[in-house]
């Protein structure tokens, strides 16, 4: 197994290096300079979009249903649990590429957002299609169609093996063992390996649950998006100020630590230097921000191709503001509380959802298990949440390869329950590592497609800001 971890770390490795990084941040910063930083100047507009809908508008679900959605994909683990990754294995400084990341990332978002619904089509049922291979493929030609199969085929394999299914299944039954049997006290031997009956228990009514929503595709997923999603933002936000306001003196420090670490003028495990110091706190930041707020990803645009809208710049300010709240708002409070908290430097053995466990613990005006308790549960909702809102981009993606067969759509489900149901028995650490690396090879197609369509967005947003005028007039 440690081989096969070790294999698995050297294509992570490659997959998630410099080029990458290169070319997801300068998809960013090109659309930003391209549409002069519309995620800072119309960030207003876009809040208010997103709870109405326009008149006469065609589509599945409401823009804000197709937000939660999208939300209810993107915050997950990677906000609790990605977060505390990313800072451990690149320090600090990691937390301040992730906010560089997704400040450009909203760019992306919102290009994403509006050529999914530019072009988006109706398939033979009815329903309405768009993604990264519908604008791919009716965007740049039919030549390339071969690059948006590529996507499909990543965006399944990521749904089904990595951040749809495992990861999240993981987080949760981890979070749930933590809190009621941390010291594994009552475990049962499976598989040729011990699992606690609350891994198993859990592991169990999860998949049971997804299983009964998944079933009512898009329209169920977003009925159950738009109660727990804007729910369970609040309650972890609400945690996260309260930490930060009983430790208001301790902000400036952290957020000085920060901006050292990502320059490389504080040390970080290893004994790593200089240049090597920031590419490693570089690297985790992006990927790891790239994991929770999946700007650049593809994802978030097959959800907004269902939003009612007739104007797809419209959708891609509502589609940027996931981007804004994911990362700039939940992972920032998620980052600076685990920065003060010191738990890192204090106890370097912990991983994952312990290090968040002990800055909630460090912070939060509550007795420990109050405290650990509250994480759990909002673990609990935001990885549940988005292996729902993966299972529809995955039959997304499955429905383009297949040509919308409604068979293959019912397999597919079943394997997607079944991987559920599966998650809490694998090896976490395998699991990370698949998650991004499926992450990153869904990016490049959709990348490559948003540069080479970076005019039409353009376009498309002068035409709207203009129309925009010409009402307020």
């Not at 508008?57 to 823009?63: A, P, T």
């Not at 009621?180 to 699992?195: C, Q, R």
């Not at 240049?275 to 790239?290: C, D, E, H």
Request: charged content about 15%; aromatic content about 10%; hydrophobic content about 50%.
């Amino acid at each position: 197994m440690e081989k096969f971890n070790s294999i698995i770390a050297k294509i992570d490795s490659f997959i998630w290096g410099v080029p990458l990084i290169v070319l997801i941040l300068g998809c960013g910063i090109l659309l930003t300079v391209r549409l002069r930083g519309i995620q800072v100047h119309k960030l207003g507009r876009a809040l208010k979009y997103m709870f109405s809908d326009e008149k006469g508008s065609q589509g599945e679900v409401s823009s804000f249903a197709a937000l939660c959605t999208a939300l209810s994909a993107t915050i997950g683990t990677g906000n609790i649990v990605g977060v505390a990754t990313a800072i451990s294995a690149g320090g600090q400084g990691a937390l301040f590429w992730m906010e560089i990341a997704a400040f450009f990332g909203m760019a992306t978002k919102y290009a994403e957002g509006l050529l999914a619904v530019k072009y988006r089509i109706k398939d033979k049922n009815g329903q309405i299609l768009g993604g990264p291979f519908y604008y791919i493929e009716n965007g740049m030609g039919n030549k390339w169609k071969w690059l948006a199969k590529a996507f499909a085929l990543f965006g399944l394999l990521a749904g089904l093996m990595g951040i749809g299914t495992i990861t999240q299944i993981s987080g949760i039954t981890s979070a749930a063992n933590n809190f009621f049997d941390p010291e594994k006290a009552n475990t049962v031997s499976l598989f040729g390996m011990e699992y606690t009956y609350t891994q198993i228990i859990t592991g169990l009514i999860i998949t049971v649950l997804v299983g009964l929503i998944v079933i009512g595709g898009i329209k169920r997923i977003a009925s159950v998006s738009e109660i727990v999603v804007p729910v369970m933002v609040v309650t972890y936000v609400v945690c996260c100020v309260i930490i930060i306001f009983t430790h208001l003196t301790e902000i400036p420090s952290a957020i000085a630590t920060v901006v050292k670490s990502a320059f490389g003028f504080r040390p970080i495990a290893g004994g790593a230097a200089g240049t090597a110091i920031i590419m490693l706190s570089m690297r985790n930041g992006v990927a790891r921000g790239i994991f929770s707020n999946e700007a650049g990803l593809g994802s978030a645009p097959i959800a907004a191709a269902a939003a009612r809208t007739n104007e797809p710049a419209r959708q891609g300010l509502v589609t940027m503001t996931g981007t804004f709240i994911d990362t700039i708002i939940v992972c920032t409070m998620t980052g600076l509380a685990i920065v003060m908290s010191g738990c890192i430097e204090s106890n370097p053995d912990l991983k994952g959802v312990e290090i968040t466990n002990a800055a909630f613990r460090y912070g939060l005006p509550f007795p420990g298990k109050v405290s650990s308790f509250i994480l759990m549960i909002c673990l609990v909702f935001f990885a549940f949440t988005t292996i729902l809102g993966w299972n529809y981009y995955s039959e997304k993606c499955l429905s383009y390869l297949t040509g919308s067969k409604k068979s293959a759509v019912t397999v597919f489900r079943i394997l997607y329950v079944a991987a559920v149901f599966i998650g809490p028995y694998l090896t976490v650490e395998a699991v990370w590592t698949f998650a991004d690396i499926f992450n990153g090879l869904m990016a490049i197609p959709n990348v490559i497609a948003l540069i080479a369509l970076s005019g039409v967005v353009t376009a498309e947003t002068k035409g709207y800001l203009a129309r925009l005028r010409t009402k307020q007039k």
